[in-house]
Structure formats: C-alpha cells, structure tokens
C-alpha cells in the first residue's frame, strides 16, 4: 500500500514563502508510481492541479502560480517539494500532494488513477 504525506503547511503574511513536502512510503511506491504533483481546493472551491513533475524531472505549473511556485524532487527519499514564494491571499487553500499510478507494476501511467494524501492547510493573510 502506498501513502503519501505532505508537511510544511502553516500561516504566513502576503508576500511571504512556504515549501511543502510529500514523502511516499510503501514497498509498492516505486513500481506502481509514475510521478508527481500538487493540488489545492480553496474554501468553496473545487479542488485544482497547480504543478507537476515527472519522473524524469519535467516540470508543469499552472498558470497563476508560474514563477512563484517551484516544484522539485528526491527520488531517492520518495519526496516532492514545493516552494512557494510570492505568496498571495489566494494560494489560500488546503494543499494535496498526488502521485499518479501506473496500471500494473512498473506499467504505464494511468493519468486517470491517483494516490492521494490527506492535505497541507496552507493560510496567507493580507
């Protein structure tokens, strides 16, 4: 069984910086893995992918946090970061860290099949 869980959440004023981390654990992790990422879900909102990185290291970001955000890996600790700087009171949101499944060991991606923790609160006031 695989599990996913995020640290670094917090408060911080506008303006300020936060870096999130995931770790993944499980014999499974590896082989039934097949990169990256994070989302958020504001409050009232639906929840939303806002980066991406591959196991090959290749990086996606959505479009309000390019620039701010910056997403980056440990393959060997199983781990995913995001740095957030520049932060702005609509990053406020509660923070999910993913990884998407492969559709057998070591099989490939199934973009549509997911392994989720349970979420970083991440809080920026004005």
């Known amino acids: 069984q695989v599990e996913l869980v995020e640290s670094g959440g917090g408060s911080v004023q506008a303006g300020g910086s936060l870096k999130l981390s995931c770790t993944g654990s499980?014999?499974?992790?590896?082989?039934?893995?097949?990169?990256m990422g994070w989302y958020r879900q504001a409050p009232g909102k639906e929840r939303e992918w806002i980066s991406s990185?591959?196991?090959?290291?290749?990086?996606t970001y959505e479009d309000s946090v390019k620039g701010r955000f910056t997403i980056s890996q440990d393959n060997v600790k199983n781990t995913v970061y995001l740095q957030m700087n520049k932060l702005q009171t609509e990053d406020t949101a509660v923070y999910y860290c993913a990884a998407k499944r492969r559709s057998w060991n070591w099989g490939p991606c199934d973009p549509t099949a997911m392994y989720w923790g349970k979420g970083a609160q991440v809080i920026v006031s004005s």
């Open positions: 990185i591959s196991s090959g290291g290749t990086r």
């Open positions: 499980g014999s499974a992790f590896s082989s039934t893995t097949c990169g």
